[in-house]
């Protein structure tokens, strides 16, 4: 894949299918994102953001600031706020002040939320493998 920079082709052809691939690419990303999306309100009653911000959270030992969380999704601290409130109410996450910082609080799952995500996680991983079942391992 050529870098930044890489002075772009002059060859119209070269460009157009170039855009014809982005363009079929984002299609189908959306494609996929928008099934998964469905099957996760479906089956568990949750939202692929609620999904993603347990995924990362799972990665984390200790737990994650806001910040934190929020620069590892690359989204607003607002848009993570309400959301992480929720999965507090669901017992999904709990947060934890930190010790240096009185003002400060981190967000880490609870039990109850690693044993969700950990079944969340499998079925998940089974629903992007069914999708994406005509791209052999080699080609992927």
Do not use: C
């Not at 070269?14 to 494609?31: D, G």
């Amino acid at each position: 894949m050529p870098s930044r920079t890489t002075p772009p082709s002059d060859d119209p052809v070269t460009r157009k299918k170039r855009l014809r691939l982005w363009l079929n690419l984002l299609r189908t990303t959306r494609a996929v994102e928008n099934r998964l999306r469905e099957d996760m309100r479906l089956s568990y009653d949750l939202t692929l953001p609620r999904f993603e911000i347990l995924a990362v959270l799972q990665r984390s030992e200790t737990g994650l600031r806001m910040t934190d969380l929020s620069a590892r999704l690359m989204v607003s601290n607002g848009n993570v706020t309400g959301i992480v409130e929720r999965l507090v109410q669901d017992g999904l996450a709990e947060r934890v002040p930190v010790p240096d910082d009185k003002r400060a609080s981190l967000v880490r799952l609870t039990y109850k939320g690693e044993a969700v995500f950990a079944e969340m996680a499998d079925v998940h991983e089974r629903w992007v493998d069914e999708l994406l079942t005509g791209i052999s391992g080699a080609e992927a």
